[in-house]
């Protein structure tokens, strides 16, 4: 059966970075991916643009394409935004569909700080992507954990629903959040670096303008 990727941010706001490396992944794992913005993220400060900007630029950025999909689960719901309750909820919806959670190296090597981490390998197979930079060192513990379950062809992924680990060698682009962040705040005009129908209306990155 083919996998369905979930690929999580706070998306704020969303990056060619994020675009390049989710599709890329649908690609090599033959996969749709749902994009899903986070409501309120447990592990940092609260996003500067709402739930609904956030959303509003993911629909923007998605257009002209059906493989890559917005999904706004996580801002329906109030509190934290458990990465461990979407993957159950997406289970209970796509029965032993394989699910892939797509994750970029950094994020990967922060996963024991994550609510319930261990059962996310229940729940889902986990893609790491490949990110610019040094990699992070994984924690000892995650390292365990994984230790049985890597295997590098993404056919293995369509034979069981959850518990693998597969690297994703996706082409590295040195974008982010913070760094569009910091350019729009200086009142600097980012371009190429976000999807250009951000750039269309005056309102859609006015969050981050001074
Ligand atoms: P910020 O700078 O605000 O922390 P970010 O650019 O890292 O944001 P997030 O929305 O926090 O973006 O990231 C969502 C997911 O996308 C994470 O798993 C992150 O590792 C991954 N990601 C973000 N940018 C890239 C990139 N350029 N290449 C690969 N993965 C990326």
């Not at 599709?23 to 500067?48: C, K, N, Y």
């Not at 159950?88 to 394989?98: H, K």
């Not at 682009?173 to 962040?181: A, D, F, K, N």
Request: aromatic share 6%; charged share 20%; net charge negative.
């Amino acid at each position: 059966m083919k996998p369905l990727a979930i690929f999580g941010g706070t998306f704020d706001p969303i990056h060619l970075g994020h675009l390049c490396v989710a599709w890329e992944a649908a690609e090599l794992l033959d996969a749709d991916v749902l994009m899903m913005p986070a409501g309120l993220p447990p592990h940092r400060p609260p996003p500067i643009a709402s739930a609904a900007q956030r959303l509003a630029m993911l629909r923007v950025a998605l257009r002209g394409q059906s493989r890559l999909i917005p999904d706004a689960r996580e801002l329906a719901r109030d509190g934290a935004s458990y990465t461990v309750d979407t993957l159950a909820g997406l289970r209970a919806e796509q029965g032993d569909r394989p699910l892939v959670l797509l994750l970029g190296a950094d994020a990967f090597a922060g996963l024991p700080d994550w609510h319930e981490w261990r059962r996310l390998f229940e729940l889902a197979h986990i893609g790491v992507l490949s990110r610019p930079g040094e990699p992070a060192p994984l924690p000892q513990a995650l390292e365990q954990e994984i230790a049985g379950r890597r295997v590098d062809d993404a056919a293995a992924l369509q034979l069981v629903p959850a518990g693998r680990v597969i690297e994703l060698a996706v082409t590295p682009l040195e974008i982010s959040s913070t760094r569009i962040r910091q350019l729009l705040g200086a009142g600097r005009e980012p371009r190429y670096l976000l999807p250009a129908g951000l750039f269309d209306s005056t309102e859609l990155l006015s969050p981050y303008r001074r």
